[in-house]
């Protein structure tokens, strides 16, 4: 019989909504960023108008 550890799937579950969490406000960032020109210089591929700088925390601590 194959046992699961609890510990390690919960630990697998908190890094992965982090992962999905940290990309879908990277556009809404007051940092962001698009360079037509230089696409890999850019921050996002997508950028929004409205912006929330608390978004920069979250992405700044979950860069860290």
Same mark, same amino acid.
């Given at each position: 019989?194959r046992?699961?550890? =609890?510990?390690i799937?919960?630990?697998r579950?908190?890094? +992965?909504v982090?992962?999905?969490?940290?990309?879908?406000? *990277?556009?809404?960032c007051?940092?962001g960023?698009?360079?037509? =020109?230089a696409?890999?210089?850019?921050?996002?591929?997508? +950028?929004d108008r409205?912006?929330?700088?608390?978004?920069? *925390?979250?992405?700044?601590?979950?860069?860290?």
């Amino acid at each position: 019989m194959r046992k699961n550890n =609890h510990a390690i799937g919960f630990l697998r579950l908190c890094l +992965i909504v982090a992962v999905v969490l940290h990309h879908s406000v *990277l556009a809404y960032c007051v940092f962001g960023h698009f360079d037509h =020109h230089a696409y890999l210089l850019s921050s996002a591929p997508i +950028i929004d108008r409205q912006r929330w700088g608390g978004f920069d *925390l979250l992405v700044r601590w979950n860069d860290t």
